[in-house]
């Protein structure tokens, strides 16, 4: 069965500090990767997306993620975090269907 | 533009009782509908969703069941609630065909007492 495994479950960070979040998927074929991010009290919303081409993607407040084929991996990176980044930051892929299939979340935790 | 409501925002049922809770998509015509149940430490999963009116598909048997009755409206229903149905209720629409990214609503805190 199709399935994303994100291996940090619960990350807790220093401002400054570099965060690199793992995203690995099970899927053979063609794939959308996707990093969706819910901030305390908010709803979930899109951080960035891959569907062709390049495979490092920008994202908004300077996230990044590397799509590596030969891993089946979507790692999520920001060189220097911040407070205001603590949120839960979910990985999903669409394996060409109407469906998203969500890993199980990683709690980051930053402390100023 | 676009913008999704969900209702109740949160909700306490006893056991047995009934649930209904809603969906609305507004700014979009024949979007896909999804519900999604969130609990801690194990992500989203996926309970319906929908390509079109009254067409629905369930992910995971359970009590729990979807509706949508309306282009735009999209329902989660049970005759009688759970202890195990307590949960973060998420609806989301999306692009029909899927491939594009899906655009979530406020959530519904459930608590079955």
């Known amino acids: 069965a199709q399935s994303v495994s994100q291996h940090n479950h619960h990350v807790i960070l220093s401002e400054a500090a570099s965060l690199e979040l793992g995203c690995n998927y099970s899927y053979g074929g063609t794939v959308n990767l996707f990093w969706y991010v819910q901030y305390p009290g908010q709803h979930l919303q899109l951080l960035l997306k891959y569907f062709s081409g390049d495979p490092l993607v920008k994202g908004i407040k300077g996230f990044e993620a590397e799509f590596i084929k030969s891993k089946f991996s979507f790692n999520l990176r920001k060189p220097s975090v911040q407070w205001s980044d603590t949120a839960e930051y979910f990985c999903?892929?669409?394996?060409?269907?109407?469906?998203?299939?969500f890993g199980t979340g990683t709690r980051l935790q930053v402390f100023p | 533009s676009q913008t999704i409501h969900q209702w109740p925002a949160t909700l306490v049922q006893p056991v047995g009782s009934p649930l209904s809770l809603e969906c609305t998509v507004e700014?979009?015509?024949?979007?896909?509908l999804y519900w999604y149940r969130q609990a801690a430490g194990r992500g989203l999963q996926l309970l319906f969703y929908?390509?079109?009116?009254?067409?629905i598909s369930s992910e995971v048997p359970q009590n729990l069941s979807a509706s949508r009755p309306q282009d735009r409206q999209f329902i989660l229903s049970s005759k009688k609630l759970l202890l195990s149905d307590s949960g973060f209720y998420l609806c989301?629409?999306?692009?029909?065909?899927?491939?594009?990214?899906?655009?979530f609503g406020p959530g519904t805190r459930l608590t079955v007492t």
């Open positions: 929908s390509i079109g009116i009254d067409q």
């Open positions: 999903a892929v669409n394996p060409s269907t109407d469906k998203l299939i």
């Open positions: 989301a629409w999306g692009t029909s065909g899927g491939a594009e990214e899906q655009y």
């Open positions: 700014g979009t015509s024949n979007p896909n």
